[in-house]
């Protein structure tokens, strides 16, 4: 997809999203929406993956680490055809196949995800598997930020480094909330540019709430430079929906009635329906 076609795609996508949390009766909105832009882009120009062969052995390796924003990926997975519309209408249903966090049992899951800090290490050991066995795909990861306060992702940082996964992209979601308020009261990350530029990593910054950047940031990674990537995707916790944006209740929360209709509202006139 071109740039303009993925800034309609994610209206689109967004609109879905808040119907699933809406009518599921549960959610990690605003980091599904902080984080919907990257999935976005990456399922729809990047990632190598067929949703007639979830399982084919040359496509690229994909890991939601902050698993709890699964409802964005479910919706993502749903348009790309690995899961059915009627599977994605029963989330939040009993009895449904589709949790509150990413299994393997879901066409296009790789790992189950959900306990944050260790997507990284998963990702590491995928991507070291395609460099001893001489493959060519591709590993992408995505953490949330109040996940760095997780130790074993810098375990897995050292590794990742060691053995030269310039295959390997690790894409931190730095919407600057998480459930009990800002990271920066409640665990100081900065500056992470220089903490993983330590670690030996390759670093580069985007704007994540700009198609346009995150197509031309992940169109510029050199897979040959020998270090593992890390994009620091600089986001907004609710994007998209205007009473949702920057507030950390949001987190985890399900829109009433008239909050429904006001965010469907929003994107509908963006989208100009």
Same mark, same amino acid.
């Given at each position: 997809?071109?740039?303009?076609?993925?800034?309609?795609?994610?209206?689109?996508?967004?609109?879905?999203?808040?119907?699933?949390?809406? @009518?599921?009766?549960?959610?990690?909105?605003?980091?599904?929406?902080?984080?919907?832009?990257?999935?976005?882009?990456?399922?729809?120009?990047?990632?190598?993956?067929?949703?007639?062969?979830?399982?084919?052995?040359?496509? *690229?390796?994909?890991?939601?680490?902050?698993?709890?924003?699964?409802? =964005?990926?479910?919706?993502?997975?749903? *348009?790309?055809?690995?899961? +059915?519309?009627?599977?994605?209408?029963?989330?939040?249903?009993?009895?449904?196949?589709?949790?509150?966090?990413?299994?393997?049992?879901?066409?296009?899951?790789?790992?189950?995800?959900?306990?944050?800090?260790?997507?990284?290490?998963?990702?590491?050991?995928?991507?070291?598997?395609?460099?001893? @066995?001489?493959?060519?795909?591709?590993?992408?990861?995505?953490?949330?930020?109040?996940?760095?306060?997780?130790? +074993?992702?810098?375990?897995?940082?050292? =590794? =990742?480094?060691?053995?030269?996964?310039?295959?390997?992209?690790?894409?931190?979601?730095?919407?600057?909330?998480?459930?009990?308020?800002?990271?920066?009261?409640?665990?100081?990350?900065? @500056?992470?540019?220089?903490?993983?530029?330590?670690?030996?990593?390759?670093?580069?910054?985007?704007?994540?709430?700009?198609?346009?950047?995150?197509?031309?940031?992940? *169109? +510029?990674?050199?897979?040959?430079?020998?270090?593992?990537?890390?994009?620091? +995707?600089?986001?907004?916790?609710?994007?998209?929906?205007?009473?949702?944006?920057?507030?950390?209740?949001?987190?985890?929360?399900?829109? @009433?009635?008239?909050?429904?209709?006001?965010?469907?509202?929003?994107?509908?006139?963006?989208?100009?329906?």
């Amino acid at each position: 997809m071109n740039k303009q076609e993925l800034k309609t795609k994610q209206e689109l996508l967004r609109k879905r999203l808040i119907q699933l949390i809406y @009518s599921g009766h549960t959610g990690h909105t605003g980091g599904d929406l902080s984080v919907l832009n990257v999935l976005t882009v990456l399922y729809n120009r990047v990632l190598n993956v067929d949703p007639r062969q979830p399982k084919m052995p040359q496509r *690229d390796r994909f890991v939601l680490s902050k698993g709890h924003c699964a409802e =964005a990926l479910y919706c993502v997975l749903c *348009d790309k055809g690995f899961i +059915s519309e009627s599977e994605l209408e029963a989330y939040g249903k009993d009895y449904a196949h589709l949790g509150g966090h990413p299994t393997v049992d879901i066409p296009g899951v790789e790992i189950n995800t959900g306990a944050l800090g260790h997507g990284l290490s998963a990702g590491v050991g995928m991507a070291l598997g395609a460099k001893l @066995s001489g493959e060519g795909w591709k590993t992408w990861v995505v953490m949330g930020d109040g996940e760095q306060a997780e130790g +074993s992702i810098y375990e897995a940082a050292m =590794a =990742a480094n060691k053995y030269h996964l310039d295959h390997l992209v690790a894409i931190i979601d730095r919407n600057g909330l998480q459930i009990s308020g800002s990271t920066e009261d409640v665990m100081p990350l900065e @500056s992470i540019r220089d903490r993983w530029t330590a670690f030996g990593w390759d670093v580069m910054e985007m704007n994540g709430d700009s198609i346009d950047e995150i197509v031309d940031t992940m *169109d +510029s990674i050199d897979f040959t430079n020998g270090r593992p990537h890390l994009i620091i +995707s600089h986001t907004t916790k609710g994007l998209g929906v205007s009473f949702m944006e920057n507030v950390a209740k949001w987190h985890h929360g399900v829109p @009433s009635e008239e909050q429904y209709k006001q965010a469907m509202k929003e994107i509908k006139e963006r989208i100009g329906q």
